[in-house]
Nanobody
């Protein structure tokens, strides 16, 4: 059974950068979309970014221009490069595998989730 494992989280100062990685323990069909979500204490899980097999991407308005999602199909790994980080970006970040090829922001279209990695933006 495929599992998703996130890494790269940590503590960073406002304005700093982090790169999150999501490694799949098994093979993921390259056409299937992958996404990143995040959840802050007391808030619902929210969509961050998604990428499909063709390289098309979709971003939440709050991160557009600051975050970049990418994938290495050969390594079954998805990345989230986060720049110009803000305190409001503090959250647990989750990687997810979609059931289809759309870069959807609807969490119900994702069938497999990782355990998450904590990102804290503070001075």
């Amino acid at each position: 059974q495929v599992q998703l494992v996130e890494s790269g989280g940590g503590l960073v100062q406002p304005g700093g950068s982090l790169r999150l990685s999501c490694a799949a323990s098994g093979s993921i069909r390259s056409i299937i979309s992958m996404g990143w979500y995040r959840q802050s204490p007391g808030k619902q899980r929210e969509f961050v970014a998604a990428i499909n097999g063709s390289g098309s991407t979709n971003y939440a308005r709050s991160v557009r221009g600051r975050f970049t999602i990418s994938r290495d199909k050969g390594k079954n790994t998805v990345y989230l490069q986060m720049n110009s980080l803000k305190p409001e970006d503090t959250a647990i970040y989750y990687c997810a595998r979609a059931v289809g090829i759309e870069c959807s922001s609807d969490s119900s279209t994702y069938s497999l989730w990782g355990q998450g990695t904590q990102v804290t933006v503070a001075s």
